[in-house]
T-cell receptor, first 113, second 114 residues
Framework: EAGVVQSPRYKIIEKKQPVAFWCNPISGHNTLYWYLQNLGQGPELLIRYENEEAVDDSQLPKDRFSAERLKGVDSTLKIQPAELGDSAVYLC???????????FGPGTRLTVL | QKEVEQNSGPLSVPEGAIASLNCTYSDRVSQSFFWYRQYSGKSPELIMSIYSNGDKEDGRFTAQLNKASQYVSLLIRDSQPSDSATYLCAVNRGGKGGYNKLIFGAGTRLAVHP
C-alpha cells in the first residue's frame, strides 16, 4: 500500500512570495490533515478534511493560508504572501476517519528568506 | 499547562536496556492515544496506538494507559541504537463531530548508546 505522497520535499522562497504544497493521501482514506511542525515541537493541526469538507480549520491563519480538497482526494495548501515566520515543515496525514490512526507523509520543508 | 506534556530529554539508555517514555495529558475526555517515532529530518511514524486502560504489547514496544491518572507511557525493551529518535505522544481529544483531533506533545529525545 502506497503511503501519503507530498510535494515538493523542499522549498525556498523569498518573503511575500506565494507557495503551494500538494498532498495525495493513502488510497481509501477519506480524512486528510495538514499540520505544521516547528523545530523541537510536535505537529500542530492546521486543517482537517472529511472528504471534500473542511470540518476543522480553526487553526488555519485565513488571512494568508488557504486550502482545498477538490473531489475529496488530493489536497493543496497555499500561503500568500509568505512571511519569515512561516518557515517550518508542513506535514500531510490521512486516516480512515473516526478515531483511526493517522499516517504522515514525508513533509515539505519550507524556508522563507 | 500544556495539553500533552512530555519530558524533552534526552533520555540516555545503554544498548539492551529498557527505555521508559512518559506522557501526561490534561483533557479527561481523550479517547485514544498514540506514540510516533520521528528520526531527525524525517516525518512522524506511527508505532503504537492504545484505546483502553492497561497494557498493549507489540514486539519490543509496550504502551501503557491509565485514564484515571491521565498518563500514557511507552516501554522499549532491548533498546537498540536504531531506536535513537524523538518519540511523540499524541492524544485524540475528539473534535467537531467526534472526528480525530490529535494533540501532540513536544516529544522526548531518546539516545541509545552502545
Amino acid at each position: 500500500e502506497a503511503g501519503v505522497v507530498q510535494s515538493p520535499r523542499y522549498k525556498i522562497i523569498e518573503k511575500k512570495q506565494p507557495v503551494a504544497f500538494w498532498c495525495n493521501p493513502i488510497s481509501g482514506h477519506n480524512t486528510l490533515y495538514w499540520y505544521l511542525q516547528n523545530l523541537g515541537q510536535g505537529p500542530e493541526l492546521l486543517i482537517r478534511y472529511e472528504n471534500e469538507e473542511a470540518v476543522d480549520d480553526s487553526q488555519l491563519p485565513k488571512d494568508r493560508f488557504s486550502a482545498e480538497r477538490l473531489k475529496g482526494v488530493d489536497s493543496t495548501l497555499k500561503i500568500q504572501p509568505a512571511e519569515l515566520g512561516d518557515s517550518a515543515v508542513y506535514l500531510c496525514a490521512s486516516s480512515r476517519g473516526g478515531y483511526n490512526e493517522q499516517f504522515f507523509g514525508p513533509g515539505t520543508r519550507l524556508t522563507v528568506l | 499547562q500544556k495539553e500533552v506534556e512530555q519530558n524533552s530529554g534526552p533520555l540516555s539508555v545503554p544498548e539492551g536496556a529498557i527505555a521508559s517514555l512518559n506522557c501526561t495529558y490534561s483533557d479527561r475526555v481523550s479517547q485514544s492515544f498514540f506514540w510516533y517515532r520521528q528520526y531527525s529530518g524525517k516525518s512522524p511514524e506511527l508505532i503504537m496506538s492504545i484505546y483502553s486502560n492497561g497494557d498493549k504489547e507489540d514486539g519490543r514496544f509496550t504502551a501503557q494507559l491509565n485514564k484515571a491518572s491521565q498518563y500514557v507511557s511507552l516501554l522499549i525493551r532491548d533498546s537498540q541504537p536504531s531506536d535513537s529518535a524523538t518519540y511523540l505522544c499524541a492524544v485524540n481529544r475528539g473534535g467537531k463531530g467526534g472526528y480525530n483531533k490529535l494533540i501532540f506533545g513536544a516529544g522526548t529525545r531518546l539516545a541509545v548508546h552502545p
